[in-house]
């Protein structure tokens, strides 16, 4: 089992930028595909981008392609979200979540940390 534990939120004004930082307990975390996730009030929890165990693939959601860049760093057990040219509609809170390798579903998550874009 892993635990998780997200960090790096805040109030910010659109166009700028924010990163995030999901730091996870286990020294196996590269046995782990990491994702990000968020969800906004009213709306269900999307997909924003994942990274896999190696960190050697790189997928996201189109909404936030370009903008956004998942990261990790295995000597720090961490995955990173940075995020720039920030919207008002990426306002939402957002969760890491982990997979192990091989399976398909995201079976551990954080507990969110909220990223408010003002305009």
């Known amino acids: 089992q892993v635990q998780l534990v997200e960090s790096g939120g805040g109030l910010v004004q659109a166009g700028d930028s924010l990163r995030l930082s999901c730091a996870a307990s286990?020294?196996?975390?590269?046995?782990?595909?990491m994702g990000w996730f968020r969800q906004a009030p009213g709306k269900e929890r999307e997909f924003v981008g994942g990274?896999?165990?190696?960190?050697?693939?790189?997928y996201y959601a189109d909404s936030v392609k370009g903008r956004f860049t998942i990261s990790r760093d295995s000597a720090k057990n961490t995955v990173y979200l940075q995020m720039t040219s920030l919207k008002p509609e990426d306002t939402a809170v957002y969760y890491c979540?982990?997979?192990?390798?091989?399976?398909?579903?995201?079976?551990?998550w954080g507990q969110g940390t909220q990223v408010t874009v003002s305009s």
């Open positions: 990274i896999s165990w190696s960190g050697g693939s790189t």
């Open positions: 979540a982990a997979r192990e390798r091989g399976y398909a579903s995201y079976d551990y």
């Open positions: 286990r020294r196996t975390f590269s046995r782990y595909d």
